[in-house]
Each structure stands twice: as C-alpha cells, then as structure tokens.
C-alpha cells in the first residue's frame, strides 16, 4: 500500500474517532447545560466525561491535523 493511500486511511479513520468521541460527550454536554439550566450543578461524573472526550477530541483533531499536512506535502512532491 503506498504512503498516499496509507494518509488518506489514516485521515477516515481519525475523522471517525472524532465523529464518535463527539457522539459519545453529547450526553454529558446535556447533561451539564440542563443543570446549569435549571441553576444546579452538575455531576462530577458528568464533568469528567465531558472533559475526557473533550481531551481525546483534541488530540485527534490535532493528529488529522498532521495527516493532512502530511498527505499535502506528499501531493506537492
């Protein structure tokens, strides 16, 4: 396989893991904003997961980041 198809693999995939990491911290994210709502606070759990994802989606978005400055680079040679 060769490096161009191995990027744009690698670029799918991370779009993926960022699409289901979003999905997965929609549930806290409502869960805090109906709290913050309705003048309480939110769970601690409910904050943490947030902040995982949150974490994890940064990371990824970072790392498609370097895919696809990675996959252009190799386009303009």
Same mark, same amino acid.
């Given at each position: 396989?060769?490096?161009?198809? $191995?990027?744009?693999?690698? /670029?799918?995939?991370?779009?993926? !893991? /960022? ?9 806290? $994210? ?16 409910? !904050? ?8 994890? /989606?940064?990371?990824?978005? !970072? !790392? ?14």
């Amino acid at each position: 396989m060769s490096k161009k198809s $191995q990027l744009k693999k690698a /670029i799918e995939e991370c779009e993926r !893991e /960022i699409e289901a990491f979003e999905h997965k911290r929609e549930r806290s $994210q409502t869960a805090i904003m109906r709290a913050m709502l309705a003048g309480k606070k939110a769970s601690s759990e409910d !904050e943490h997961y947030f902040t995982t994802f949150s974490n994890l /989606i940064d990371q990824k978005r !970072e !790392e498609l980041r370097r895919l696809r400055v990675e996959l252009d680079d190799l386009g303009k040679k």
